[in-house]
């Protein structure tokens, strides 16, 4: 199985401030990543698909980056309605693998 | 507007057996590979498996391709997941998901499962 070592586990930033969660996968997943949101109480969301790719209704201040084994989401200019948790998946082969998720509180 | 709807979760004994259902809403069922997802009460997501869009084919973790099932009724937009001699480790929030060509891209509002005597 493919790991996927998500990191920080936790984080917390202010409002306004540039945030980035890592995510290393254990061999190459040559960009089948996607970033999820869950919200306290509430269902994932997907926000970024093929690594970089931003999901319809998915505000710009996301993007994601990364390549072979090493990915990165990143938020900038931070809003309060972003504290949430943070995973990454790898859908490259089965099964399929999350990383152990990064959640995100205000400062 | 797209619709998952899980239900048929609850309390269960170990060693039980358990079935879990999805209806889906607002796409056409039958073009799209669906998966069941579950989180465990400290967060950790795991993948279970998916199906094909014709029910053809499944996948799962290997962990638990012996005890889980997943299966479809297109005709029924439903999605299934048959759990059996389940077991304390296996109380989590399960999701359904539909899955698009990359990633999950919408999910059902979940249902929890507790399995304790």
């Known amino acids: 199985d493919i790991r996927m070592t998500q990191s920080p586990a936790s984080l917390s930033a202010s409002l306004g401030e540039t945030v980035n969660i890592e995510c290393l996968a254990s061999e190459d997943i040559y960009s089948d990543l996607a970033w999820y949101q869950q919200k306290p109480g509430k269902s994932p969301q997907l926000l970024i698909y093929?690594?970089?790719s931003l999901q319809n209704g998915v505000p710009s201040r996301f993007s994601g980056s990364g390549s072979g084994t090493q990915y990165s989401l990143k938020i900038n200019s931070l809003q309060s309605e972003d504290v949430a948790t943070y995973f990454c998946q790898q859908y490259n082969n089965y099964p399929r693998t999350f990383g152990g998720g990064t959640k995100l509180e205000l400062k | 507007e797209v619709q998952l709807v899980e239900s048929g979760g609850g309390l269960v004994q170990p060693g039980a057996s358990l079935k879990l259902s999805c209806v889906a809403s607002g796409f056409t069922f039958s073009d799209y590979w669906m998966s069941w997802v579950r989180q465990t009460p400290g967060k950790t997501m795991e993948w279970i498996g998916d199906i094909k869009y014709d029910g053809s084919y499944t996948n799962y973790v290997p962990s638990l391709k012996n005890r889980f099932t997943i299966s479809r009724d297109n005709a029924k937009s439903t999605l299934y997941l048959q759990m059996s001699n389940v077991r304390s480790e296996d109380t989590a929030s399960y999701y359904c998901?539909?899955?698009?060509?990359?990633?999950?891209?919408?999910w059902g509002q979940g249902v929890m499962v507790t399995v304790s005597s």
């Open positions: 998901t539909r899955d698009g060509y990359s990633g999950a891209d919408y």
């Open positions: 093929n690594a970089n």
